[in-house]
């Protein structure tokens, strides 16, 4: 069994763990005008919760790539995610935040550097991975912040104990060009979608806010394609994916929960295509400059 699997089995575990650590952690307070960032997955998983933050009435989230942070404008938070809490960008950004604006880092390696970079960190040692493709890691990372929003995170571990086990559909498997579309806080996680199967897979993979599939990125679709909607299908978008020959697939569950299966998927794509998802090509577990 590939490393990478084990771990993605593990989540249901891990996310209760990092949800009974939300009420003590130094989370967000409500109100505060917050920036997200990190890189790769982190700056996925930043983007699904600022998003989901702001539209559950805690106050205005933006998310950024850390490379990207515009320095300039006025937060009362900058919140740093890291897995490895070594990669270049994220370091950089907060010391140069260092006492400009208060930071609190997210981290799954308590011995990295990322401990030291933040006025306040979160360290989830039990989600950290050997794996250089991150699934356990995001996804807790997400469940601790949504456990700080009040949203409902023993629900979903419980009905994660299942999907974690998805049975990756043989039609699925068989296309050769994916796109994840997500809405509202499920854009972010349609593009971490997108990476998996990009990173564990090589495959070509793109990621869109639904709507936007309309404007564009449908002239790509047709037989060898597959559409996988993370979270809301909007009216009639269903059809229009399906009238290029491309598969729709969908589950009526929280997205995060979709998101699993998408990872189930990477792997399993991977090991079709006889690769190794727990050696991705020219990637490494973090990207230090
Ligand atoms: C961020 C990251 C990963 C990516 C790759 C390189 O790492 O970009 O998302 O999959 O392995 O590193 P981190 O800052 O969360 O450790």
């Given at each position: 069994t590939p490393l990478v699997s084990e771990e993605i089995a593990s989540q249901p575990h891990a996310w209760r763990q990092a949800a009974a650590l939300a009420a003590s952690a130094p989370l967000p307070a409500r109100g505060l005008r917050v920036a997200v960032v990190g890189c790769g997955t982190s700056w996925f998983v930043a983007q699904a919760y600022a998003v989901r933050r702001e539209s559950l009435g805690h106050g205005v989230t933006d998310a950024f790539a850390a490379s990207e942070f515009p320095v300039e404008r006025d937060y009362d938070l900058v919140v740093a995610i890291s897995?490895?809490?070594?990669t270049t960008e994220v370091l950089d950004l907060l010391g140069t935040l260092r006492g400009r604006v208060r930071t609190l880092a997210v981290i799954?390696?308590?011995?990295?550097p990322g401990r030291g970079a933040a006025d306040d960190v979160v360290v989830l040692p039990f989600a950290?991975?050997?794996?250089?493709?991150?699934t356990r890691f995001a996804t807790s990372a997400l469940t601790l912040l949504r456990a700080g929003l009040g949203d409902d995170t023993e629900s979903l571990a419980a009905a994660a104990d299942e999907v974690v086990h998805w049975p990756v559909p043989e039609a699925l498997l068989e296309r050769t060009q994916f796109t994840f579309l997500g809405r509202g806080w499920s854009v972010g996680l349609a593009h971490e979608a997108a990476l998996k199967a990009r990173e564990a897979a090589i495959a070509w993979t793109e990621s869109y806010p639904?709507?936007?599939?309309?404007?564009?990125?449908?002239?790509?679709?047709?037989?060898d394609s597959a559409v996988v909607f993370l979270g809301e299908r909007p009216d009639g978008l269903v059809a229009e994916v399906e009238a290029t020959g491309a598969l729709a697939l969908w589950f009526d569950e929280d997205p995060q929960l979709t998101l699993v299966r998408c990872q189930r998927f990477a792997v399993e794509y991977a090991l079709s295509k006889g690769l190794d998802p727990d050696r991705?090509?020219?990637?490494?577990r973090s990207i230090v400059l």
């Amino acid at each position: 069994t590939p490393l990478v699997s084990e771990e993605i089995a593990s989540q249901p575990h891990a996310w209760r763990q990092a949800a009974a650590l939300a009420a003590s952690a130094p989370l967000p307070a409500r109100g505060l005008r917050v920036a997200v960032v990190g890189c790769g997955t982190s700056w996925f998983v930043a983007q699904a919760y600022a998003v989901r933050r702001e539209s559950l009435g805690h106050g205005v989230t933006d998310a950024f790539a850390a490379s990207e942070f515009p320095v300039e404008r006025d937060y009362d938070l900058v919140v740093a995610i890291s897995r490895s809490g070594t990669t270049t960008e994220v370091l950089d950004l907060l010391g140069t935040l260092r006492g400009r604006v208060r930071t609190l880092a997210v981290i799954g390696d308590p011995e990295s550097p990322g401990r030291g970079a933040a006025d306040d960190v979160v360290v989830l040692p039990f989600a950290d991975e050997r794996s250089v493709v991150q699934t356990r890691f995001a996804t807790s990372a997400l469940t601790l912040l949504r456990a700080g929003l009040g949203d409902d995170t023993e629900s979903l571990a419980a009905a994660a104990d299942e999907v974690v086990h998805w049975p990756v559909p043989e039609a699925l498997l068989e296309r050769t060009q994916f796109t994840f579309l997500g809405r509202g806080w499920s854009v972010g996680l349609a593009h971490e979608a997108a990476l998996k199967a990009r990173e564990a897979a090589i495959a070509w993979t793109e990621s869109y806010p639904a709507m936007d599939y309309r404007h564009g990125p449908k002239a790509i679709s047709d037989s060898d394609s597959a559409v996988v909607f993370l979270g809301e299908r909007p009216d009639g978008l269903v059809a229009e994916v399906e009238a290029t020959g491309a598969l729709a697939l969908w589950f009526d569950e929280d997205p995060q929960l979709t998101l699993v299966r998408c990872q189930r998927f990477a792997v399993e794509y991977a090991l079709s295509k006889g690769l190794d998802p727990d050696r991705p090509r020219n990637l490494t577990r973090s990207i230090v400059l």
